[in-house]
Every structure is written in C-alpha cells, then in structure tokens.
C-alpha cells in the first residue's frame, strides 16, 4: 500500500492511477463517519460532553437500558443532539459529495451519522446505517412518530412524549448499543459494497462493526479503496489514504475530475 498522502496543507500532485480510477469509476459507494459532521460543528461521540450532560458517559446514555431506567434523561440528551444538528449547516465536504453525486449518476452514500446534513446539501437516498435523530417511534409498539418542536434549551431533562395510538414513550430512532443495524439499511450498504468498484471512506475511525467490514468486503470484491480523514489509520488494508480535512479534499478531488 503506497504511504499516505498529507494534504491537510493542499492536495498535492496526486498519483495517475488514483486519478484515473476516481474519474474511470462505474459505480461508487461512499462511507462517512463523524469526521465528516464534526467538521460542521456537531460532536462526535468521543468528545466530552458539556453543561449537564457533562457527567454522563454518551455510551451509558445509548442503551435501552438507560431509557428504561430514566426516559427523561435519555430523551433529553437526544433533543439536545438533535438542536445541535439543526442548528449547524452542511460543509464543503457534504456539498461536495452531493455534486458529486449529480455529476456521477451512479454514487450511493452510506452514513454512520444520524443528522440529515447529506441530505441538506443537496444528496438524495442517504442510507442511515446507524438511525437518524428525525425519525422517533414508540418505544413500545415502534410507530413512527413525528419529531416534536425543539425546547427552548437542550440542557435539561424532558420527558419524551406520548405515542397516540399506544400511549408509549417516544424514543429516538437512532440505533442504541446492543441494537441491530436497520435490516433493510444494511443490506442495500451490503450489496453496494459488492459490486461497486470505488470505495470512499469517508470521516471514519472504521471501528464500528459492522460498518467496519463494508470497505472489506469492497475491497475483496476487486474495489479501489480511498480513505480522507485528518489522522492515518495504520492497519488501513486499502489502496490510498488521503490526510486532511474531508471539506479541503474533496472539492478539490471534484475539481480535479
């Protein structure tokens, strides 16, 4: 595998067999993580929390277990996640891949991110691995239930509303630990995984099974495997890694195409 690329100063000269292959590409599936919101102001999931969700451990707060035991304090932290998400704007990163997308007819975008800033950059039929902050259900009988108006504040606890046909507790529609991936989700991730030829991974620690695998599983399948993130992964099995900010690389990649 050749040695990562530092572009976190300005692309350089990138080798002709990488360009030939993102402009030769047929069919493309792209993997973001949290690098890619974070670069538009939303934490990650590693990051400290702050006011009063400084106390808690976010994988203590994603679990059904959590929920069960203090609904308010689980359906409040998840508010305050999901004003964050609103609140921020769509990168360069994400209007790119959505020009992208326009320009290709062809690229399919995977994400582990539950905030809809693909989808308000412009990208269409964003497959959700993990969920999504927008699409609450009854905890009790999983009916899809429309997102409330937000609080005046996130930092506090609030009582997650009631499903009108079973009188359940709204629950986020976000995948907790311990949760099965969207079946349907991950099968169309795991068939775009196999037949396409291009692989971006995108903003992503690639440590979260099984999302983890879909660059795998790619790869095996005879696909060129990218990855665009800040920080070199050293056990990264694919063909070239590309160092620096996705919202920097990107649109000048689609410059370059």
Known sequence: MPAPLDCRTALPTLPPALLERLRTADEVLVLTGAGVSAESGIATFREALTGLWARFDPAQLATTEAFVQ?????????????????????????????????????????TQNVDDLHERAGSRDVIHLHGSLHA??????????????????GDRLLAPPRCPACGGPARPGVVWFGESLP????????????RCDLCLVIGTSGL??????????????G??????????AADFGGDWQLLGAAGAILPALLERL
């Not at 609103?86 to 975008?109: F, M, T, Y």
């Not at 609450?136 to 504040?153: E, G, N, Q, V």
């Not at 696909?223 to 070199?232: L, S, Y």
């Open 208 to 221: 979260v099974q099984p999302a983890a695998s879909l660059p795998v599983v790619a790869r095996q399948r």
């Open 223 to 232: 696909a060129t495997v990218v990855r665009i993130d800040p920080q070199p």
């Open 136 to 153: 609450p259900r009854c905890f009790d009988c999983a009916r899809p239930l429309a997102s409330p108006a937000l609080p005046k504040t």
């Open 183 to 194: 079946a349907e989700a991950l099968a169309t991730a795991w068939d775009l995984a196999e």
């Open 70 to 110: 203090d609904p308010a304090r689980v359906w409040g932290w998840y508010e305050w996640r999901r004003r964050q998400a609103l609140e921020a704007q769509p990168n360069a990163a994400h209007r790119a891949l959505a020009a992208w997308a326009e320009r290709h007819g062809r690229l399919r975008l995977v």
